[in-house]
């Protein structure tokens, strides 16, 4: 089979590789092709530069053009005019300015006719002058297909913004912050030649739709597969088991672990576990995936559906159904009675019942006057599936399917909220968005612990007998959430303070825990996920160890003499620091979120299916 982005034009493939935000700002706003639609493409990646040069990744076009570098903003300053010949192609080449650009701004590249009047296209991207580039911006690159890892189409890859904490040096071995990878499709799917279509409505999620704001809740990385639901032949396919090669739920997994190899190097842990979100027929996929797959997923929000892949082979009487069953047994995609003869694995019922689900639909998504000619009625005319699917959940997507899923997932212990949305149809409305990412948020913090930041800042020694021990903690909330915890000063392996310390969204929280030393010797003090020291103290008359002590043994005085050789060699003078980022306070943690979610959307958003 030929590879899917063999039929890329260089336009295509190019616009959206290896860009942020702010350089995807420019794809969404490039100028149409307003005379002739010349075939030209330019991929400029945000970067840093002394301001005598910018380096231009590539550049096509079939036409002859001039390509204009010049400030995005403010004055629009002209740094370089290019004039080119059709046939033009280069990458990554170093342009020296007619210009110097003074200070890090907005750059932006236009391919247009020599006359001018319009644009042919064109990009943007963040040049960093005499400074690094700011770490305050998520990152958006493409990932073209790679059919030896595993995936035939092409993926987009969020990397979220680091904070200041996030970019911290101090090693990674003491660190368990976690952030899942938040997985979605492109809304618009289409056929497996529709790869334009599929690109711009994969970059508008990334950007601004509802896995951005996902993914921006949690601070997590994120991946939008971009994969078709039809065959060339339009036949409707989301998930086919008869095609272990071809399988599209197998491929996004190899993009998430794609994606977890690429982001080994962020000063995070991406767990297999990730999070899943998908409306219409994208829902539809990640309810089959999740089902097949249930030991990779920690949560997944599901919306503008009313059927649900049942976690059972056969109907009883504990089983509510909207209808009156011809048979009892529930194949795949219905139930799950032949799944391990399709895909030669058992059901893992445990990890499935464990996977947490948010449904949400709107309440108007139905024509009761019409129900059997829905527009999103899934599996219509294919026999005995949407036969069956009708006997077990009814015909109305709301008021029969989708409270009849509801009822059979309760009744089956499964962990899943459903919401349905008054006076919205088959629609993503602000209001669901909203409710969605505060489940996620929930869900990421119930399973890998809020974000924060830690610095303790530690005394010297060597102390004496009644003397005090003060350790000053501060924690930096990176999350975006508020929360609270309690922070647990152990000596000698033993809890001696706690202190419950809270922090707003970007906030430093401190609190100082205090310890009395009663005996001399070596003593080993840490906070709690933190950090430990070793500290000597002596008796008030200047010995170290006390009349009731004995000569230590051999293996002891070698121990002892490599900690107060690393304590003798430290300035006596300055407090020391050391900062490990964690995504709770210790054991004991709490999460208080306050104020809801700060994330407001000014538009209505509408992902419609297939």
Known sequence: MESPTSVWNRRQVLKLAGISTVGTAALSQTSAVAQEDANVSVQFNDQESDGSTVVVESLYTEVEAEVIIFHSEGDRQRYKVLNVEAGTEFSNRTIELDEPIPETQLISISIQPPEGAYSYGGARATVAVGEPLGSDTPQIELIEADPDAGFNWPYLLYIPPRSASADSTEPRANSTETRPLIVGNSPARGLPSETERRLDSGRRTAESGKLNAIASELNSPGVVALIPSRTEDNTYQNISLSDSGDRLDLQVLSMVEDARERLADEPYDVPEKFHAEGFSSNGRFFDKLSALHPQRVNAISAGGNGIIVLPIEELNDDIPTAGDPSTTTLPWPVGIADLQELIGDEFNKEAWLETNRFWYIGAQDQDPDNPGEYLHKLYKESGEIDTLISEVFGSLQVDDRFRTSQAILEQVGAAAEFTAYED????????????????????????????????????????????????????????????????????????????????????????????????????????????????????????????????????????????????????????????????????????????GIGYLLKRRTSENSD
């Open 424 to 595: 919205a149809g088959h629609e993503v409305t602000p209001e669901m968005t909203e409710d969605l990412v505060e489940f996620h948020r929930r869900q990421k913090n119930e399973e890998f612990g809020p974000q924060f930041s830690r610095t303790a800042e530690w005394p010297n020694g060597p102390f004496t007998v009644g003397e005090r021990l003060t350790i000053t903690v501060s924690y930096e909330n990176i999350g975006v959430a508020d929360a609270t915890g309690s922070a647990t000063l152990l000596v000698d392996g033993e809890s001696v303070d706690t202190s419950e310390v809270g922090a707003a969204p970007g906030e430093v929280g401190r609190t100082v825990l205090e310890y009395e030393f009663t005996s001399p010797g070596e003593h080993t003090v840490s906070v709690e996920g933190v950090a430990s020291k070793s500290f000597e103290v002596t008796a008030a008359d200047g010995n170290t160890a006390s009349s009731e002590e004995t000569e230590p043994s051999d293996d002891s005085s070698e121990d002892s003499s490599e900690d107060s050789s690393d304590d003798s060699s430290e300035d006596s003078t300055q407090a020391e620091s050391t900062s490990v980022e964690q995504p709770g306070f210790g054991l004991i943690q709490a999460i208080t979120a306050v104020g």
